[in-house]
Structures are given as C-alpha cells and as structure tokens.
Nanobody, 121 residues
Framework: QVQLSGGGLAQAGGSLRLSCAAS????????VGWFRQAPGREREFVAV???????YYIDSVKGRFTISRDITKNTVYLEMNSLTPEDTAVYYC?????????????????WGQGTQVTVSS
C-alpha cells in the first residue's frame, strides 16, 4: 500500500516536497514512479527511482525535481523546486511491478491516492 502526502499551493519559483510511503514492501527493494495529471490532460510520467537507486526525469522537470529515498522509512520523496504554473497537476506515486522503472503507467501498481499541486504565477 502506498501513502502519498505533501503538495499544496506554491508560488512560481517556489518549492514543495511530496512523500510516498510504501508499506508491506522490502525496504528499498522496489522502484517508485511519479506521475501527474493536469486538468483535461492524460496522466504523464514525471520521474522514477529504480530499485538500484538510479533516477530518471522527463526533460521538463530535469534540474528542478529531485527524487530521494529514505530506506529506513520506506519512503521516497519528490523535491520540486523552481515550480512553474505548468507544474500544476494532481501528482501520483506508484510502485513498479517486479521492479519496473520505465515510463508506462501499466508497469506500475499500488498507486497512491493523488495529491494536488497548484502553482500560482
């Protein structure tokens, strides 16, 4: 089970941090993908951390978003800096099936409930 927290309202240029806590999983032994869905748009892949700790980001967030992992807490964080109104969306995290760490939604299970991130200009 995945529990997502964080999010909220930020001004352009500001920062927010999302937390994705997974229960019932071997600590660090799974990948976690981050997705977002803006109003009227498809849910899109944002970033992922693999089981081995490798990270990948889409170009639009590269250099601004950072994934980190606290194995002791079974929690993955998405630090979002230099936010822009284009980052406004409902954000989700999910664990990869059998360690999947690609960009396809189908490769992920145990989705968190989603959290709203709103960036004002």
């Amino acid at each position: 089970q995945v529990q997502l927290s964080g999010g909220g309202l930020a001004q352009a240029g500001g920062s927010l941090r999302l937390s994705c806590a997974a229960s019932g999983r071997t600590s660090g032994g799974y990948s976690v993908g981050w997705f977002r869905q803006a109003p009227g748009r498809e849910r899109e892949f944002v970033a992922v951390v693999s089981r081995s700790g490798d990270t990948y980001y889409i170009d639009s967030v590269k250099g601004r978003f950072t994934i980190s992992r606290d194995i002791t807490k079974n929690t993955v964080y998405l630090e979002m800096n230099s936010l822009t109104p284009e980052d406004t969306a409902v954000y989700y995290c999910a664990t990869g099936r059998n360690g999947y760490s690609g960009m396809s939604r189908a490769g992920y299970a145990d989705w968190g409930q989603g959290t709203q991130v709103t960036v004002s200009s």
